[in-house]
């Protein structure tokens, strides 16, 4: 006999496992049979019998299993007398799981009991005999594996294998699908694909649907007996989903996800679900069946997505943000084929500069081109703006049709979804009509349902009611004459304070497809790809280095650099006032701003005293010292008698010390003066430079 008192004195493990999930669920009588092992342990004379189930619904093709490790574990520590399975392909069906089996159990003398018999390690014959069914199982799997996949590749290859068929379609007899004939589920999935082609974007058609508290159809995952469509608010993987699956292009897709091996803790672990390029995908049918979009259309959708994505490479364009820059993701290099990246500075960072930053990848290096946005922005504007002058009076007409349906969109949806609320509620009566109203056990639920069923309509009739209050009026005669204006100048409408840098962005980037730069001097050649494929070229000239679109006016630099030597700077900023002086930004001057500019001019600061050391004095200051009225001595100076200078109207008049010390001119002053002021103490002297 195999099993000996030594076996029998230490426990008895019984081994179950199914491979997969679809087995736990249909195939309950190959479970059955591997629980009623434990009767055979009884029979055989075990008393101590351990159940391992743990691995139920994984594969024994190498993947981690807790109860195989489990066994493995109770073996080395010499407390199992003998592992029984309904066939040995259960504990394993990869030959190094298999073998370090039969070598433990070899070790500490355990048997290994399946329906055919009693195995017995340690001898030669049953270890060669295990070896072989182990060695046939793992050859057996392999085969089924592959007869399995090539006969769903071949039923792909002709457009009839559907493992789930995507919300929106129905599976029609075994190997097609159609649209779902559901007018709500159609027009709400439609709704997705119409906005991505107005907004450009997965995120900003997501927030649209979730500001506008549109709700999307899903299938019910838990339901696997019956299809069911539920209805939820969007998340952001949904939209995606529906913008990305080629099957609402009309399209048949096999072998888009694909799953690799790896080694993780020692074990073999499969990562399901990793996407393919559309080049290693197993089948692709296009005009498969009636599709929500034509099939270039759903590539346009894919090449603006693929743009839309940030840090994948030198390729790709990015999305439309925020910023003043123009061609954000349009510009790339000419001299090393870089994508040109926006900078922005300035006090509200309006000021956008793109450069090539190529020192990133290769710090050594001397730095590439750099120019600033707002000249090569005007300039590609203009040029775009010419061209599509033509087609401006068909973009305003196609403005106010979409201005219109939008604005419908939304209510059409609470229609549809007020109407099936309406069937539901209409439903769950003639089910509360066919009970006996005295059996209140099911009455009871079913008055429950119907009340809940009316909640619903009236709700949403509530919400149906709000829209249409706040719905804005049609557009009127002159609102639709002014459009109709706006698109036949386009200029106008182009620099309307209304149109946005984005609505700006959105225009360019429908129209062009690329544009490269390079600097030659003070010039930037911009070579303009358009989407059609022609090419068009421009020049833009540089700002010199120090001039901004802010720069004060040289003549305003000079009359500051003059001025700071005769008067403090509240009265350099008072008389710039008076003279009608702005400052870059077309600010009034003050104190503070004429100090800033000083410092970054590098003006020297008024000095008291300043004016005594280069032997100059002020009006005041000569009518005391000839004991004149500074009228007087204004007077004079206009006259040619005393020499002065005057910068500008308005500064003060400089006269030299030594002029009015002269006695020739002081005797001609005086004789040149109309006798003494008045004797009249309230008098008073007014000075009018």
């Given at each position: 006999m195999k099993i000996t008192s030594d076996h029998l004195a230490r426990g008895a493990f019984i081994y179950i496992r199914q491979s997969t999930v679809d087995q736990l669920a249909n195939n309950h009588e190959s479970r059955r049979r591997q629980y009623g092992l434990a009767d055979r342990a009884h029979a055989l004379g075990w008393t101590d019998v351990t159940v391992i189930d743990d691995d139920l619904g994984r594969s024994g093709s190498g993947v981690s299993r807790p109860g195989f490790e489990k066994l493995l574990a109770a073996i080395c520590e010499g407390r199992v007398g003998a592992v029984f399975a309904i066939e040995v392909s259960r504990l394993a069906r990869n030959g190094r799981d298999w073998h370090t089996l039969i070598e433990?159990?070899?070790?500490?003398?355990?048997?290994?009991?399946?329906?055919?018999?009693?195995?017995?390690?340690?001898?030669?014959?049953?270890?060669?005999?295990?070896?072989?069914?182990?060695?046939?199982?793992?050859?057996?799997?392999?085969?089924?594996?592959?007869?399995?996949?090539?006969?769903?590749?071949?039923?792909?290859?002709?457009?009839?294998?559907?493992f789930t068929v995507a919300v929106g379609y129905m599976k029609m007899g075994r190997d097609k699908i159609e649209m779902d004939p559901d007018l709500r589920v159609r027009e709400a999935i439609g709704l997705v694909f119409t906005r991505f082609a107005e907004m450009q974007s997965i995120r900003q058609v997501f927030l649209s649907l979730r500001s506008d508290q549109i709700a999307l159809p899903y299938l019910n995952s838990r339901n696997s007996g019956q299809r069911q469509v539920l209805?939820?608010?969007?998340?952001?993987?949904?939209?995606?989903?529906?913008?990305?699956?080629?099957?609402?292009?009309?399209?048949?897709?096999?072998?888009?996800?694909?799953?690799?091996?790896?080694?993780?803790?020692?074990?073999?672990?499969?990562?399901?679900?990793?996407?393919?390029?559309?080049?290693?995908?197993?089948?692709?049918?296009?005009?498969?069946?009636?599709?929500?979009?034509?099939?270039?259309?759903?590539?346009?959708?894919?090449?603006?997505?693929?743009?839309?994505?940030?840090?994948?490479?030198?390729?790709?364009?990015?999305?439309?943000?925020?910023?003043?820059?123009?061609?954000?993701?349009?510009?790339r290099c000419g001299h090393c084929g870089r994508r040109l990246l926006v900078s922005y500075n300035g006090t509200k960072g309006d000021v956008g500069r793109y450069k090539c930053d190529a020192t990133r990848s290769n710090p050594g290096g001397d730095p590439c081109i750099s120019f600033g946005a707002l000249r090569v922005d005007e300039a590609v504007g203009v040029e775009i703006v010419r061209l599509l002058q033509p087609l401006g009076v068909e973009a305003a007409i196609q403005a106010i049709t979409q201005c219109e349906h939008q604005s419908g969109e939304k209510q059409r949806q609470i229609e549809l979804a007020l109407e099936q609320a309406r069937?539901?509620?209409?439903?769950?009566?003639?089910?509360?009509?066919?009970?006996?109203?005295?059996?209140?056990?099911?009455a009871g639920e079913l008055e429950r349902r119907w009340n809940g069923a009316l909640a619903s309509v009236r709700a949403l009739e509530e919400e149906l009611e709000a829209l249409l209050r706040q719905r804005p009026a049609a557009l009127g005669v002159e609102e639709r004459q002014r459009l109709l204006q706006m698109g036949a100048d386009l200029e106008a409408a182009w620099h309307h304070p209304a149109a946005t840098s984005v609505t700006r962005k959105r225009i360019v980037r429908v129209v062009l497809r690329e544009i490269v730069a390079q600097v030659e001097g003070d010039e930037v050649h911009l070579l303009l790809h358009w989407q059609g494929g022609d090419h068009t070229s421009l020049t833009v000239r540089k700002n010199r280095r120090g001039q901004t679109r802010w720069c004060v006016e040289p003549e305003t630099v000079e009359l500051i650099r003059a001025c700071a030597r005769m008067m403090p700077d509240k009265a350099i900023a008072g008389m710039l006032n008076r003279m009608g002086k702005r400052t870059g930004r077309s600010n009034g001057w003050t104190q503070s701003r004429v100090r800033g500019f000083r410092n970054t001019h590098d003006i020297a600061v008024y000095r008291d005293g300043e004016w005594a050391e280069r032997g100059e004095v002020t009006l005041t200051e000569a009518a005391s010292m000839l004991n004149l009225s500074p009228a007087t001595v204004l007077r004079q100076i206009r006259a040619g008698i005393i020499p002065a200078q005057q910068y500008c109207m308005g500064a003060p008049w400089v006269i030299k010390r030594g002029n009015i010390e002269d006695s020739h001119l002081i005797e001609r002053i005086k004789s040149c003066s109309k006798g003494p002021p008045s004797s009249d103490s309230d008098q008073k002297t007014l000075v009018f430079q």
């Open positions: 433990f159990c070899g070790l500490v003398g355990t048997v290994i009991v399946d329906e055919d018999g009693i195995y017995e390690p340690r001898h030669p014959n049953d270890r060669l005999l295990l070896g072989m069914k182990g060695t046939m199982s793992e050859l057996e799997l392999s085969l089924l594996r592959a007869r399995s996949m090539e006969a769903l590749k071949q039923k792909a290859r002709r457009g009839e294998l559907f209805w939820k608010l969007p998340v952001y993987a949904t939209v995606s989903n529906l913008l990305t699956n080629p099957v609402y292009a009309g399209a048949y897709a096999f072998g888009r996800t694909g799953s690799r091996t790896i080694i993780e803790n020692g074990r073999k672990r499969i990562v399901r679900g990793r996407r393919k390029d559309r080049s290693d995908w197993a089948v692709l049918l296009v005009d498969h069946h009636e599709g929500y979009l034509s099939w270039a259309e759903f590539e346009r959708n894919q090449r603006l997505i693929a743009d839309n994505a940030n840090g994948k490479g030198m390729m790709v364009r990015g999305p439309v943000r925020k910023g003043e820059a123009l061609l954000a993701g349009l510009l069937y539901e509620a209409t439903r769950a009566h003639r089910q509360y009509d066919t009970v006996d109203p005295d059996n209140r056990l099911v």
